[in-house]
């Protein structure tokens, strides 16, 4: 009897194991199944709640690890996922990694541009605020008139200085922003655009401010003259320039939503230094050519000052053609000095850039006055004097001759 039970149990537990094999192999593979989508699951999702880049080089330390630990099941696998694979998830997953990586390297950048932009503009403001308040304290000096005169001059060549400075440093500011977004990409020019809120004052800020207060120190300029003002003009020309070339750059970037009305803004702006500065530039250059004995006739534009300068040059060679005298030729020499020494050599290149002459015009006025110096020459008397001389010589001569016969 114990004989036949032992055999009774034995088959039948070899008939449970042959009969439930299956099940439990298929729950085991049912498993590694679920685990294989639930761990590619888990990564995914701390892909899209990574927020830097460390975060996501961590993950995808673990991806290469589910790749290894899941490699042997890939056709058990498969199977469960088909059409998709065990390889195609994992290269899907992969992707979508590298792309959340750059993402994120892109914003990092980003931030740090945005970083050393906002510490660019702060630096300048500081500076061009320090220099602000010391040349409004030296024109304050100025207008007390308290100093006596040799200090009153040192002050005037302090404020000279000054304004020289900040045209320096403006000019260094220009060009570093036209250097660097004349380089700048389209896409990098979007990404900031995206977060110029994030910014406490850009560039368009600061373009703002230093127009602004160039305007206050042309309107309120003190002891001054014509080569500050021409000096003035000339920054203006540079810093237009600079702009023609940045406008649509800058405002697409930090006025997305307004980029045009901004350039007009700023464009006006502009307009309106240059009104400043050149309200005082053509008196102050009429003084001086009047305080030279050389009356031009009124001008108040560029045009205006090239046509005065033809009109008196072609009468006074009208004049020296006709008479032909000393006093002439003071004239043509007088304003040969200044226009070499002092409009030229004083003037010439800022002239230039504020566009108040150009190359050309100075060309051509030189050649007149060639003209005028060679028609303005005195011509020499003494080959009529010793016509004259001959002349009484044979006379006398004949009259000799005359006598002596009689």
């Known amino acids: 009897m114990k004989t036949l039970y032992k055999t009774y149990f034995s088959v039948l537990t070899a008939f449970l194991i042959l009969t439930c094999s299956p099940v439990l192999a298929q729950q085991s593979d049912f498993q590694i199944q679920q685990d294989y989508r639930t761990d590619i699951s888990e990564l995914l999702n701390r892909v899209e709640l990574a927020v830097t880049a460390e975060e996501l080089e961590e993950v995808e330390s673990e991806i290469d690890a589910l790749e290894q630990q899941y490699s042997e099941y890939s056709e058990i696998i498969n199977a469960a996922l088909y059409p998709e694979t065990f390889t195609g998830m994992l290269s899907n997953l992969r992707g979508i990694h590298q792309a959340a990586y750059n993402n994120l390297s892109v914003i990092e950048q980003l931030n740090e541009q945005i970083v050393v932009l906002s510490t660019e503009m702060d630096e300048f403001r500081n500076r061009l605020t320090q220099m602000t308040q010391e040349t409004t304290s030296l024109r304050q000096q100025i207008e007390r008139g308290e100093a006596n005169e040799q200090r009153q001059a040192s002050l005037i060549r302090q404020y000279r200085q000054n304004i020289e400075q900040r045209d320096s440093f403006v000019a260094e ?6 250097s660097k977004y004349q380089r700048m990409g389209v896409g990098t020019q979007q990404e900031i655009a995206e977060n110029v809120d994030r910014l406490d004052q850009n560039p ?3 373009i703002r401010t230093i127009i602004s207060e160039y305007i206050q120190i042309a309107d309120q300029s003190t002891g001054l003259q014509t080569p500050d003002y021409v000096a003035m003009r000339a920054q203006h020309g540079y810093f237009e320039g600079v702009w023609s070339q940045i406008d649509q750059r800058l405002t697409n970037t930090f006025a997305p939503d307004r980029p045009v009305e901004t350039r007009q803004e700023i464009s006006d702006m502009l307009a309106a230094w ?14 001086a050519f009047n305080q030279n004995g050389i009356n031009l006739q009124p001008f108040v534009s560029s045009g205006d000052f090239y046509n005065s300068l033809n009109t008196f040059v072609d009468r006074a ?12 030729y003071e004239v043509f020499r007088n304003f040969r ?7 030229k050599a004083s003037w010439g290149e800022a002239l230039i850039t504020g566009n108040i002459l150009t190359p050309a015009q100075i060309a051509a006025i030189d050649l007149k006055l060639n003209d005028w110096g ?18 009484a010589v044979i006379v006398l001569l004949v009259v000799l001759l005359i006598v002596r016969k009689k």
């Not at 060679?317 to 002439?328: C, F």
């Not at 060679?374 to 002349?391: G, H, K, R, V, Y």
Request: without cysteine; hydrophobic residues 45%; negative net charge.
């Open 337 to 343: 000095e200044f226009w070499n020494t002092t409009v």
């Open 173 to 178: 500011f220009l060009q570093e922003l036209l």
């Open 317 to 328: 060679y009208e004049i020296s053609l006709e008479s032909n005298n000393e006093s002439d």
């Open 274 to 287: 240059l009104a400043s500065v050149d309200n005082k530039l053509w008196d102050s250059m009429s003084t």
């Open 374 to 391: 060679e028609a303005a020459q005195p011509t020499s008397n003494l080959m009529f004097i010793l016509l004259l001389i001959s002349i």
């Open 204 to 206: 368009l800020d600061m």
